[in-house]
């Protein structure tokens, strides 16, 4: 973990936020490559859910989150974690993290008894500051797919089975953060919520937890580091039927990535007005606050969908994949590289162009060009790549995980045609290929299999 952190801040994947005033605990920034990367992991989750699929809407609704929807959701009463404080040294920890009933920090057993303490973030509301109007900070992109059920059902004419993705920040006030950006106090989902017939919910639960998996698979993390866990039944949120967690081998141990949870028809019930007519399987706080009734028609009768949630998170998706792809690798010259083994499509720069020689002019020029006509086939950024020797640059791509490196020499220009030499990171492969070749060389490396 040490030496991912180190490379996330020398080559600005991620920096600690306001380091410059001490840092903001359990919050982070992402750097120019790292914005990179998320952007890229995102729009894979995009392209899988919205843009392959026939079934799935998008969405983005507001992170400021009106109070009674998280009322009828059940965070404002039960979205909690039991906390302790050591006497001995005022440590703060959650008490179901505690090994051996003993403090984190000094090893100390006088510890206070657990209390409840409320993960979500509160807000002012409008002009007045006297506490008594005021907005949460979304704890999860869920609520807001929920509430928009009957908007966007009414606005696509979309029958179950369908699916509302979203991506977008959520904020917990964690008791502890750790292990970098695994557990941080503003983060990033990406959200499916799945609406289907009751009594077809188990059947759809199994196919979005092996699609999932499978979709991590497909980002470049190994079958050998990821794990499938059901949860138990003394494990289960108050909402959920069925959850299974994905988990991945983080350097600090296998752990939660995404959740893929059956919440049954909780969420859509307790957002809806008449409940007792709803005919619910789930326990529902009453509601007399809102004005709708979320219902599926079917036929002549209606029902309420069951939601089917696979719930990642964009920020440990990112570490795991930083954790995945980070090689560090002893030559056959006895020195050591470090290679960022990313997936081309998920690398934060696609390609960089190297000019031999930075005072020819017909070098120089031939190299800036190759860069302008790669940049015109959107793949992503590509990097004019002038400082340093040659070795230098390419060492410096391999840790970034640039997956192509183009070379423009004085051989470029001898022969019937322009050739350039272009360098495979993981093999180190270099080789030449007609200028020509170029754009859809790059395309279908960074292309392929996206
Ligand atoms: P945990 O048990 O680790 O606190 P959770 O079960 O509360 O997680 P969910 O509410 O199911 O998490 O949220 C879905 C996903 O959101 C998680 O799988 C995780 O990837 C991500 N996530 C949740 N909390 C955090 C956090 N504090 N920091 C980063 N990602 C988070």
Not at 11 to 17: A, I, L, N, P, Y
Not at 23 to 34: A, C, E, H, K, T
Not at 151 to 167: E, H, M, W, Y
Request: hydrophobic letters at 35%.
């Amino acid at each position: 973990m040490e030496e991912i952190v180190s490379l996330c801040k020398r080559r600005g994947f991620v920096f600690q936020s306001s380091d410059l005033y001490g840092g903001l605990q359990g919050v982070y920034d992402f750097g120019p490559l790292g914005v990179e990367l998320k952007n890229n992991l995102k729009q894979a989750w995009w392209r899988a859910m919205v843009y392959m699929r026939d079934d799935i809407e998008g969405l983005d609704s507001s992170v400021l989150t009106h109070r009674t929807v998280l009322k009828h959701s059940g965070h404002e009463s039960t979205f909690t974690d039991p906390m302790v404080d050591c006497k001995n040294c005022k440590c703060r920890m959650r008490a179901d993290h505690l090994v051996d009933g003993k403090c984190d920090s000094c090893g100390s057993k006088n510890l206070t008894e657990p209390r409840n303490f409320n993960l979500m973030f509160k807000a002012n509301f409008g002009p007045v500051e006297d506490g008594s109007s005021y907005v949460y900070l979304r704890p999860e992109t869920a609520q807001g797919i929920f509430v928009n059920f009957g908007n966007v059902l009414d606005s696509t004419s979309r029958k179950i089975p369908f699916g509302i993705a979203q991506i977008g920040k959520s904020f917990r006030n964690e008791v502890t953060t750790k292990n970098f950006i695994f557990r941080v106090r503003e983060f990033e989902q990406m959200e499916l919520e799945f609406f289907v017939k009751p009594g077809t919910d188990e059947q759809w639960h199994k196919f979005w937890v092996q699609e999932r998996f499978n979709w991590w698979l497909s980002q470049g993390l190994s079958a050998d580091n990821l794990q499938l866990q059901p949860q138990g039944k003394a494990d289960l949120s108050h909402y959920s039927k069925a959850t299974t967690d994905i988990l991945y081998k983080f350097p600090h141990g296998f752990e939660e990535i995404e959740g893929i949870a059956n919440r049954t028809d909780f969420d859509l019930g307790s957002h809806s007005k008449n409940q007792s007519e709803l005919n619910l399987l789930a326990k529902v706080l009453e509601n007399k606050d809102s004005s709708a009734k979320f219902l599926a028609q079917d036929g002549d009768s209606s029902y309420v969908p069951f939601a089917i949630e696979p719930s990642a998170g964009l920020d440990r998706g990112v570490l795991a994949i930083l954790t995945e792809a980070y090689k560090k690798e002893r030559l056959e010259n006895g020195q050591e590289r470090i290679a960022l083994k990313l997936k081309p499509s998920l690398a934060p720069f696609k390609a960089a162009v190297v000019p031999l020689a930075r005072n020819n002019d017909k070098i120089v020029s031939k190299a800036k060009d190759i860069t302008e006509e790669l940049r015109k086939t959107l793949i992503g950024r590509v990097k004019y790549e002038d400082t340093g020797n040659i070795g230098k640059a390419y060492r410096r791509h391999d840790e970034i995980g640039t997956p192509v490196c183009i070379t423009v020499d004085f051989d470029t220009f001898e022969g019937s045609q322009e050739t350039v030499t272009v360098r495979d990171r993981d093999s180190m492969e270099q080789r030449r290929i007609p200028v020509s070749d170029l754009k859809n060389y790059v395309v279908s490396v960074v292309s392929s299999a996206v």
